[in-house]
Every structure is written in structure tokens, then in C-alpha cells.
């Protein structure tokens, strides 16, 4: 009797896995075609651009290269779990990027516990923010969105991850602040951002940094300086881009990372010429 009711919970089990699998991937493709079909065509470059900006992008792309309209990728890594205690656990994701109108879906999965993953979205589609996880993808554990501060905090993301499509950063205002730094911003319908980008000394990003961020502390939005690294640049289709990066919250004790991650494969779609 106990062997029947083991097999009949184990089948139970995998059926609502098969299922919720089923679910989370079908959510997926919805959120990618909204992605898609919010595609708009890049306004003309920036008429002048800061000096370090001019010369990272100068080192990051070709000559005369086509605008970067979509990328596809996949990241490697560890994922910190813990409030205030380092609780790193493993993550491997897809994420799709659309350059104009911005948007990106992250999708994960983070390794909680043995056979347990939690599924995440972390996506900026048509101006929405969403975060959504949930546990074997049926079981609900964050849904935030449409919401100002998902928003921006998704928007700065997609900006902060423009090492990814570096031709977007020439697109943009920028405002200069010393040789190795410069202020840039984003506006994508009511939501305005805009970062600060460090370059090393080799020219290349090496930090970005937001000096608000929408950060949930105990259910309430709490507005926190942010700062992402990247280094380990290598030359992918000719464009010059980090496979590896760290982001943290810079908490007055010294900044707590939660997020590190390795680009294992990228892909490209470039602007046809008119």
C-alpha cells in the first residue's frame, strides 16, 4: 500500500513539473512576441559624444557598424539568496534583447535546493517591469509589475547591460564628467533613467552606477545606490563586449553583491540597410 502511494505521489509530482513547465515556457514565447512586436527603428546617432565614450566605443565596435537591433544570449552563475548573509547558489538563463523600443525577458532558473529551481522573469516589455518567480514554475513566490518602480529599475538594467549591444550607447544623450566618465540617459515613454559609466584605463566599461535603484527591503521599495561591473572583454562578431560581470547593492556598509554571472553565448541581428 505505502509503494502505491509513493508512485502515486511521484507521478503527481512530475505532472504538475511537466505542467508548470508547460506554463512557465508558454508565458516565455508571450512575453518574447511582445517583445518583438514593439520593435521600432533607431532615431539617428547622437550628434557628439564625451571623450571617453567616443574612444570605448571606438575600441568596443568596427568601423561604420550597423545598428545592433536584437541580441540573444546565455549566462552562467550564482545567484546570492541571503538578506544580509551570502548565500550563493547557482543560476543558468536565456535572455532576449530588444534595442528599440527597449526591452529585454531574463529567463532563469536559480538553484534553491537539490531538484528544487526557482523560475524567474525579469523582463522590461512595452514599458512594463515585470519580476515574476515562482518555485518548479507552478508555485508563486513574486509578482511585481506595472508598477513606476519595477519599471525604472528594469529600464536602468537595460541600460546598464548596453555592454551587451554597445551600439545603443551611441544613440543616447550623454553628459561628460571627467576623462574616464560620463552620465547617460534613457527615456522610454513616461520612464527616464540615467546611469554614470566608469572606463578603465584600457578605455573599456568598467562600471556602471545608479545612484538610485528601486531595492525591495521587508515588501517596501527602498531607493539604493546600484553599481554593476563588468571585465573579460572578448571580440564577438567583431564587437567587443564582457563575458563576465557582477552587480551589487552599495549599502552603507560596503557594497553587498547578489548577482554574478559568465556569457557563455551571444547572438546578433544588426539593421538591414534601407
Do not use: C
Request: proline fraction near 9%; charge should be negative.
Amino acid at each position: 500500500m505505502w509503494l502505491r502511494a509513493l508512485i502515486f505521489v511521484v507521478l503527481i509530482g512530475f505532472a504538475a513539473l511537466v505542467y508548470g513547465t508547460f506554463r512557465w515556457r508558454a508565458g516565455t514565447r508571450e512575453l518574447r512576441a511582445h517583445l518583438e512586436a514593439a520593435r521600432q527603428k533607431l532615431a539617428p546617432a547622437a550628434p557628439a559624444l564625451p571623450a571617453p565614450v567616443a574612444r570605448y566605443l571606438a575600441l568596443a565596435l568596427p568601423p561604420n557598424q550597423p545598428p545592433i537591433t536584437a541580441v540573444t544570449l546565455t549566462q552562467t552563475g550564482t545567484f546570492n539568496l541571503g538578506a544580509t548573509t551570502p548565500h550563493w547558489v547557482p543560476f543558468n538563463s536565456t535572455q532576449r534583447v530588444v534595442t528599440n523600443r527597449p526591452g529585454f525577458d531574463w529567463d532563469a532558473r536559480i538553484h534553491m535546493a537539490p531538484g528544487v529551481d526557482a523560475y524567474v522573469h525579469d523582463a522590461y516589455v512595452e514599458g512594463v517591469g515585470i519580476l515574476q518567480v515562482e518555485a518548479l514554475a507552478v508555485l508563486p513566490m513574486v509578482d511585481l509589475r506595472d508598477t513606476h518602480d519595477v519599471a525604472q529599475g528594469e529600464l536602468q538594467r537595460f541600460l546598464a547591460e548596453a555592454a551587451w549591444y554597445p551600439t545603443r550607447l551611441r544613440d543616447l544623450p550623454w553628459q561628460p564628467i571627467d576623462a574616464n566618465a560620463a552620465q547617460a540617459t534613457l527615456r522610454d515613454g513616461e520612464t527616464t533613467v540615467a546611469l554614470t559609466f566608469h572606463f578603465s584605463a584600457d578605455g573599456l566599461i568598467d562600471t556602471v552606477h545608479a545612484a538610485s535603484r528601486p531595492r525591495v527591503v521587508d515588501g517596501v521599495s527602498t531607493p539604493t545606490p546600484w553599481e554593476g561591473r563588468f571585465w573579460n572583454y572578448e571580440l564577438h562578431n567583431g564587437i567587443r563586449i564582457p563575458v563576465d560581470g557582477e552587480v551589487s547593492w552599495l549599502l552603507p556598509d560596503g557594497p553587498y553583491p547578489y548577482w554574478r554571472g559568465h556569457l557563455t553565448h551571444i547572438d546578433f541581428e544588426f539593421e538591414r540597410p534601407s
